[in-house]
Nanobody, 127 residues
Framework: QVRLVESGGGLVQPGGSLRLSCAASGLSLNNWAIGWFRQAPGKEREGISCIITTGLGTYYADSVKGRFTISRDSASGTVHLQMNNLKPEDTAVYYC????????????????????WGQGTQVTVSS
């Protein structure tokens, strides 16, 4: 059974930083696609960063490129999303997701079709 649990969300001022974590169990980070997605009020779910854990590629949405960084810690089974220079428009529920088909990082982030999802963590950016 695959389980994904997000943590690290909260309230920050514009320009601040947060570090999200996704604790993954029931899978190997060496052969899975892992992604971060977000859902803002009244908007479609957006794929913001995805990686192929075999080392095939990394993808960032234009809206977060240069500000967010995805990384993984194989020893702890955790994927992180470091978010810097946060903006009010980054306010959303953030989800991590995983899939084992291994097409490409951009495919998973753009299609938003993955087999396993966490329950989300709220990020609020406000002055």
């Amino acid at each position: 059974q695959v389980r994904l649990v997000e943590s690290g969300g909260g309230l920050v001022q514009p320009g601040g930083s947060l570090r999200l974590s996704c604790a993954a169990s029931g899978l190997s980070l060496n052969n899975w696609a892992i992604g971060w997605f977000r859902q803002a009020p009244g908007k479609e779910r957006e794929g913001i960063s995805c990686i192929i854990t075999t080392g095939l590629g990394t993808y960032y949405a234009d809206s977060v490129k240069g500000r967010f960084t995805i990384s993984r810690d194989s020893a702890s089974g955790t994927v992180h999303l470091q978010m810097n220079n946060l903006k009010p428009e980054d306010t959303a529920v953030y989800y991590c997701a995983a899939d084992n088909k291994l097409f490409s990082a951009s495919y998973y982030c753009n299609s938003r079709v993955l087999d396993n999802w966490g329950q989300g963590t709220q990020v609020t950016v406000s002055s």
